[in-house]
């Protein structure tokens, strides 16, 4: 049997563009010679729909949706399995259940749903779907085959050291006999994580001595991304078909006859750089929108973010602004200049010493008999961030912020300044990670300029001022701040494990939990790491933590 893995990028509620997709894509496969085209898991709806699930309506639509399918695909030649959301019919008052359907000739040949309903980090599957009861094996043309989707593979007691729930869906339906397991999967994209799949289902594959293919959501949906890197293995657990990274992608193959491929190299910093393209670009787009501004200072960040703008959007539809203080280099806004002849993008000036001349006179009186501080430091910022938004408004293009993670984990960022945007592009990648992408993005011709891959980082909120008058050098702060928000372990690990001093790291993991009331308030932020900020991590604000 030819079966057709078809990675595309859905768009959370689109129906019509989905299906389009979906057909799209199934005469394509049938042009090729599929028997079955496979998608991923809520193709038809979008992943992930989050309380749209809890609209009756939504879920109304749904169902409509799966008859549309059936109908627009029911002369062609290939079945067709896609995953989509529809109303969960028992008692336990969950609104929805997370189904797979295969469809034939306009009929509907399965109804599958999911059983294990992840629960941790960005999932939140139990407060949304029933899980199932019953799980079957499908026949199509004597082939038998058995469906999952997506967590419903993760959970082989032989490869995780801890299982999170007490069956193993698939063990189960190999009780049934399958030829053939199918995975439908919208798992997001983090570091490691491509490599982590297919060791998982490899395992699978040799326990169950039967193929295993994967079909991935690809995209960007929010926060999250999607890699796609759909693949295919034989029931030796070795690789048959690899579908690309970071893009829409069809390939054929035959479950039992198809020849081992060799894996393509896998580089986390390349990968990085993509998946924040991808995701820069569908937020964008899916939001409707085209243009967007960045703020550029300079530094290494906020040109990340315009190169990374230049490549989802194309250099027209990119404007940079500086805005230099009375305390900005005027080798801050060459190398701007530099970078944004680099990029072919538009780059405008607006000095703002007069405005923050006037801004710190007005407040004079307020602030009599006391001392210039912070306070004067982040009304730059914050003058920054008005005249961004007002361009957003004046010209509908959305503001990028240019934030690290580095900095949103210790608070080294102001409210309504340097926070204000729609989107957070690089604020998963540590400041050390945004150096090594950029060295990535320079390895055939200067993209970044090399005076802003050299130069200290600089607020240049007052004369001579450098990152380290405050905070440890990054190449020590960045993994404190890996091992405490990614990994939760101890500061007493920390320093023990790094050869730090105590002090230190008690004084970086005091700054990161004050920090939580401006995190919440910051804009959503595109998850290349395994705990990111935002969606996955949820910690109160009011509280009192003992370091």
Known sequence: MKIAIAQIDPTVGDFTGNVEKIVAASRRAAGLGARLTVFSELAICGYPPADFLEKPSFLARCR??????????????????????????NDSGKPAVNAAVLLDGGKLLLEQHKRLLPFYDVFDEQRYFDAARTQQVVELDGTRLAVTICEDAWNDKNFWPRRLYAVDPMHELMRGRPDVHINLSSSPFWHGK?????????AIAKRDGIPVLMSNQVGGNDSLIFDGSSFALN???????????FEEDLVLLDPFETQPINPAEEDDTEAAYRALVLGTRDYVRKCGFKKVLVGLSGGIDSALVAAIATEALGAENVTCIGMPSPYSSSGSIDDSRQLAA???????????????????????????????????????PRIRGTLL??????????????????????????????????????GDLVKTRVYAVCRWLNREREVIPWPILE????????????????????DVLDPIVEAYVERYETPERIAEANGYPLALVQQVVHLVERS??????????LKVTPKSFGMGRRFPIAVKVQV
């Open 64 to 89: 409509t949706a799966v008859d549309e399918l059936a109908l627009a695909t029911s002369e062609l030649t290939t079945a067709v399995l896609a995953g989509i959301a529809l109303p969960a019919m």
């Open 194 to 202: 491509r490599a982590v799949r297919r060791s998982m289902l490899a």
């Open 235 to 245: 029931a030796r657990g070795e690789l048959i078909a690899q579908c690309a990274s």
């Open 342 to 380: 680099n990029l072919g993008i538009r780059f405008e000036v607006i000095g703002i010493s007069d405005l923050f001349t006037g801004f710190t006179q007005t407040l004079a009186p307020l602030f009599a008999g006391t001392k210039p501080d912070t306070t004067e430091e982040n009304i730059q």
């Open 389 to 426: 938004m007002a361009l957003s408004n004046k010209f509908s293009a959305l503001v990028l912020t240019t934030g690290n993670k580095s900095e949103m984990a210790v608070g080294y960022c102001t409210l309504y300044g340097d926070m204000v945007g729609a989107l957070a592009v690089i």
């Open 455 to 474: 130069k200290p980082p600089s607020a240049e909120l007052f004369p001579g001022q450098k990152d380290t008058d405050s905070l440890p050098p990054y």
């Open 516 to 525: 939580e009331y401006k995190r919440q308030q910051a804009a959503p932020v």
